[in-house]
């Protein structure tokens, strides 16, 4: 098993940078392919970024492409998701979440562990 921390989010203008973290303990951090998803109120979960084990292979929404950067730390077992340019439409709880997968997946059905996310608000 996997446990998932998120850390990171808060209120934040438009135009700021937030650094999200996603701790991880548990098994072997780095045989489980990353992801970080989002949810706003009233509207589906939807995929924002996704890196392999060795970071080979990153993956982005194109909503996020060029403001978001995916990052991992295998040694220190933690997931990172910088933000920049953020848009009051970036607001939503943020999850952390783990997949034991060779492939980055954008489906968050092909996850298997979650964290219990971290509040991210833009105003305008």
């Known amino acids: 098993q996997v446990q998932l921390v998120e850390s990171g989010g808060g209120l934040v203008q438009a135009g700021g940078s937030l650094r999200l973290s996603c701790a991880a303990s548990?098994?072997?951090?780095?045989?489980?392919?990353m992801g970080w998803f989002r949810q706003a109120p009233g509207k589906e979960r939807e995929f924002v970024a996704g890196?392999?084990?060795?970071?080979?292979?990153?993956l982005y929404a194109d909503s996020v492409q060029g403001r978001f950067t995916i990052s991992r730390d295998n040694a220190k077992t933690t997931v990172y998701l910088q933000m920049n340019s953020l848009k009051p439409e970036d607001t939503a709880l943020y999850y952390c979440?783990?997949?034991?997968?060779?492939?980055?997946?954008?489906?968050?059905?092909?996850?298997?562990?979650w964290g219990p996310g971290t509040q991210v608000t833009v105003s305008s």
């Open positions: 979440a783990a997949d034991d997968s060779y492939i980055v997946s954008k489906s968050g059905s092909t996850y298997t562990y």
């Open positions: 548990g098994r072997t951090f780095s045989s489980y392919a």
């Open positions: 890196i392999s084990r060795r970071a080979y292979t990153i």
